[in-house]
């Protein structure tokens, strides 16, 4: 399969301008080489930052953009995106199975799950919702969200209505205790 220049860049595979490609170049550049600070992650930001030229450079020219272009439309396609979130969902599901002892987990290892599902775009929340499923045999507790990029629970509007619904009879309980107590 061909080397995808297009995601090391952080695009979808497509048509772009010059500016556009020379855009996501420099901020992706300027993040890593600020990144090349951390004597732990040195070597792997230096390769980084190769891969990041060598993708820029092969996108800059406009026929070589074309060619990188069709030779990854034509190279077959094994698994989606959502397969591979899906499967990645699943393997994490398995991480918190292998993990619990007698039903519980320990806090050190709810950071390693919580710092796995940071890495697959899940929110903390999303991610203790997922532990909350496995350690409650499986049921559903809410589903985590479809797209990595909204990262927060939004409520549906049933249920926000039922919460109004809730206090608005709680405060007429309220008022009534007040007044029959003659206060």
Do not use: K
């Not at 903390?124 to 909204?150: C, K, Y």
Request: charged fraction near 30%; aromatic fraction near 6%.
């Amino acid at each position: 399969m061909p080397r995808d220049w297009f995601a090391i860049l952080g695009l979808t595979p497509g048509r772009y301008s010059q500016a556009e490609i020379d855009r996501r170049f420099l901020a992706r550049r300027r993040a890593l080489i600020a990144a090349l600070d951390d004597p732990q992650r040195y070597e792997q930001t230096r390769q980084r930052l190769d891969a990041l030229h060598r993708a820029y450079h092969a996108l800059r020219d406009p026929e070589r953009r074309a060619r990188c272009l069709e030779a990854l439309r034509a190279a077959p396609r094994d698994e989606t995106a959502a397969d591979r979130r899906a499967r990645r969902i699943a393997e994490l599901r398995d991480l918190i199975l292998a993990s619990l002892e007698g039903g519980l987990l320990r806090q050190s290892r709810r950071e390693m799950i919580l710092a796995e599902g940071r890495r697959l775009g899940l929110s903390e929340f999303h991610t203790h919702l997922l532990i909350a499923q496995v350690q409650f045999d499986g049921n559903i507790v809410i589903a985590p969200p479809s797209s990595p990029e909204r990262g927060r629970f939004v409520a549906p509007r049933r249920v926000a209505a039922r919460f109004a619904a809730v206090g608005v009879v709680a405060l007429a309980l309220f008022l009534v205790m007040v007044r029959w107590l003659g206060a």
